[in-house]
């Protein structure tokens, strides 16, 4: 009687040359294993630019004709592992790694089999978006490869680089500023202000009996709290570029004021966290922010409001987006630090009891390209004003000096950076629904 192929014998043979093919298409060798294999079908070794690295990765590829895997929706899936297959892999001198291949629509995916000798989760959970098996995870594959004892071993960069964005914009600072003695100190003249018939401003600082400021006080309620005939012109540059560190603690402090004050209408100030929010225009009501991105309008709701899944008139909380800034001075130019993040409110002004496990939860959700599209945001934002010609920052005059604010420079990295440094959930691919994504 002739022998016969089973179709899983045929299917399992069509999956490892399939997925051999797949780590050479990326730049990885692919060695198998004889028949006498009992759980890891062969070794990848990565490679740079050809060049062998002798750093090696074990690996399973169970391979299926087509239908669904285990919980399998647009986002990813799950997939059990049988206990004999991870008792024989947590023995191993290598990291092994499994690659589900699905001929009917060839896809890979792959996913670190758990090592050590604890008993860790059988099931593993696989995302469609960062577990492909591709380019892109090739820096990722190098580096289960690395020493976890001794020295450490560099990897050089083998997936291609990206394009970074950072945080930082460089400001254009007003040519002259104003200083004045003044009798007062801080609090005293914040009370003065206050006190008085006219608006109060407060784009000023005051240090050992002086008014620092970019706005003439003789043409503000500021006339109050100096003295007149000692106000002075001076250039702006004097100060900003002083090399005392207390002076320059003493400008920053004055630019974040100045800033404070430019944004008053749209951006709230939350003195305990230090940072910059949205306000929300009306109790329990979402807000939006039009701008235009790199080449494409867009939008971001900057005021988000959570409803309740039991009763959509009620709301959980308003989650309003906000930056923590801070102003450093490199060489001779001054620039914005932007750290991007979130405020709480219970209806968009009450500030929420706790916060702090809905700004965790919300930042695990954020990738570099949500980070990348705020930066953006808040970029447009604080320069619209220049692009469009209206009168955002200012009330009732364009005379008043201001700072501007330049592109946010880019570099080049020699590696892109893997999404799981930005917090993408290890486990619990498979609730997808409750991630919430920035839309920039």
Known sequence: MAKILTSSQLLGEIGEAAARLRFLSIGFQFDGRSRLEAGIDGIAEAMDKGRPMARMIAVQVKAKESGNYASENERGFSYLLTSEDLDYWRGSNLPVIIVLYRKSDETFFWHEVPSGITTGERRLHFSKEHDVLDVKAVDRLAALAVPKSGFGYYVPPLGGGEEALVNILPITLPPEMFVATTPHNGRKAAALLLDGNEPARFDWVIRAGTFWSFHDPRASPCQHIVDLDQVEAIETRLLAHHEDLDEQNN??????????????????????????????????????????????????????????????????????????????????????????????????????????????????????????????????????????????????????????????????????????????????????????????
């Open 251 to 440: 400008f920053a402090f004055l630019l974040k004021k100045t800033l404070q004050h430019q944004i008053r209408k749209d951006l709230g100030w939350e003195k305990e966290r230090k940072l910059f929010y949205f306000r929300a225009l009306k109790a329990n009501e979402s807000r939006t922010f039009f701008y235009e991105a790199s080449k494409k309008k867009a939008d971001a709701e900057v005021v988000n409001v959570k409803r309740s899944e039991k009763d959509q008139k009620g709301v959980e909380f308003v989650r309003h987006h906000a930056f923590i800034p801070r102003f450093e001075r490199l060489q001779e130019q001054w620039f914005l630090v932007i750290n991007p993040t979130y405020f709480f409110t219970t209806n968009g002004f009450t500030p929420h009891s706790y916060p702090h496990a809905l700004i965790a939860g919300k930042k695990r959700m954020d990738n570099s390209a949500s980070l990348r599209g705020q930066v953006i945001m808040w970029h447009r934002f604080l320069t619209q004003k220049e692009r469009k010609g209206d009168d955002l920052f200012t009330h009732g005059t364009d005379l008043e000096p201001r700072l501007s604010f330049g592109e946010p420079p880019q570099i080049m990295l020699e590696t892109s950076v893997p999404e799981d440094v930005w917090g993408t959930p290890k486990k619990k691919t498979e609730e997808p629904n409750n991630q919430e994504r920035l839309a920039v």
